[in-house]
């Protein structure tokens, strides 16, 4: 199942899509005491946080995403926006190299320097008693979030003539979804095209997200006697994720 956009709810689990992050007070008890529904760690968090908190990022995130807490009402202090924060309000297990900045004087967002590792699992703790006076139990906000795995999925449409009254060139197209970003130019090695002893030129579209990656290979000559097979071919080694594959089309002579 490939994911295409993520939900990031309060106190609680995320919803399994890649992209966009929602805030959600639904439930926001029942998720506070630790229900878990997305496989990773079980994470109880004290509903009392409630009170400061109202919602996280949490669950399953892309690679690229930022992490964010926001409070449950606007913080009585000034706050300078889109800077990063002096203080260190947050940290993470493993490390995470990045700046907090203050969205507005209700959220504030994390932002990793690099991309975070596919498939890794991370504790943050928000250090919240370095902006409020709470008791001492409430000190640290621990949540839990994972990167999700990348993997792959190659789809081919059939192969297809340029139009009706011309059977001299033909032309094969599909598309690679990934669960994840994934870098353009590591994405365009994963596929591999044989025709006879020629190597078709494959070429590609990608969607600003990076996850959806159109291919077609055009001016596919009519088929001979020695060759009327096209072979395509893929190994997802390069996107760091295990997915090989063929598929032969012939050609019509």
Not at 108 to 117: A, S
Not at 206 to 217: A, E, G, Q, R, V
């Amino acid at each position: 199942m490939f994911l295409n956009r993520i939900k990031w709810m309060a106190v609680g689990a995320a919803i399994v899509v890649l992209g966009t992050y929602i805030f959600n007070s639904k439930d926001i008890l029942k998720r506070l005491t630790g229900s878990n529904k997305f496989g990773i760690e079980q994470n109880k968090i004290n509903p009392e946080f409630a009170q400061y908190i109202s919602a996280f990022t949490t669950g399953y995130i892309s690679s690229g995403s930022t992490i964010k807490i926001k409070f449950a009402s606007e913080l009585q202090q000034n706050v300078e926006l889109n800077a990063p924060v002096k203080e260190k309000l947050f940290s993470f297990e493993p490390e995470i190299e990045g700046d907090a900045v203050w969205l507005d004087g209700q959220t504030i967002e994390f932002r990793p320097k690099d991309r975070l590792p596919a498939g890794q699992l991370f504790k943050a703790t928000f250090h919240l008693n370095k902006l409020l006076d709470v008791k001492d139990e409430l000190k640290e906000f621990d949540f839990l979030f994972q990167i999700v795995k990348q993997s792959a999925r190659v789809e081919v449409n059939n192969i297809k003539c340029y139009n009706n009254s011309d059977f001299s060139y033909y032309r094969l197209s599909g598309v690679v979804s990934t669960a994840d970003y994934a870098a353009a130019d590591k994405l365009e090695q994963i596929l591999g095209t044989q025709y006879g002893s020629k190597k078709p030129t494959i070429k590609w579209i990608h969607n600003d997200k990076l996850t959806i990656h159109k291919f077609y290979i055009d001016s596919i000559e009519r088929g001979t006697l020695l060759s009327t097979k096209l072979t395509l071919n893929w190994d997802a080694k390069p996107i760091n994720t295990e997915y090989t594959g063929s598929l032969a089309f012939d050609i019509p002579e």
